[in-house]
């Protein structure tokens, strides 16, 4: 079978936002694809994915295209005035015998880098909300955050 995304849900943010909620997902995909495009109220500031809204269970390295490599404690992704995009892959969401790993990328055009980072959540449950949040910054309204499951099985 080829692998397809399936859309699950689509935000359209139509004011300033700090907490974005994607909630009920449905169980019956492979892995999630969550794709951020937009703008945020300030240029590099990070706003972190929590599966159901765990702050507490995660674990990252980030890669940027500068020299530098480090951890962080969640998966996340930086933000700029300029559009900005990202994708975060969720791997076996719903899989209740093993931690959950995730892959991001992101761009920052306004100066010109590139992120990747590879997580780690710390639980055996099914995901089944994922809290996108940046306490004292903001997405921009315009900004369009989309939930897609894989149909592999």
């Known amino acids: 079978m080829t692998e397809a995304w399936v859309p699950l849900a689509t935000i359209t943010l139509s004011s300033v936002t700090t907490n974005t909620i994607f909630s009920s ?9 969550l794709t951020v495009a937009g703008t ?5 500031r990070a706003f972190y994915v929590y599966p159901n809204g765990d702050s507490s269970n995660g674990s990252a ?16 992704f930086s933000t700029d005035t300029t559009q900005f995009n990202a994708t975060i892959q969720i791997f076996d969401y719903s899989a209740t ?27 055996t449950n099914a995901i089944n909300s994922i809290l996108i949040t940046r306490s004292g910054y903001g997405l921009n309204a ?10 592999r099985l």
């Open 61 to 76: 390295v980030l890669a940027n295209s500068g020299p530098n490599s480090y951890s962080d404690t969640g998966i996340y």
């Open 142 to 151: 315009g900004t369009v955050l989309s939930l897609y499951g894989s149909n």
């Open 97 to 123: 015998d093993k931690h959950k790993t995730m892959l991001l990328r992101s761009n920052l055009p306004g100066n010109g880098e590139v992120w990747m980072t590879a997580g780690r959540w710390a639980s």
């Open 25 to 33: 997902i449905p169980a019956g995909y492979r892995d999630l694809l």
């Open 40 to 44: 945020s109220t300030n240029a590099g």
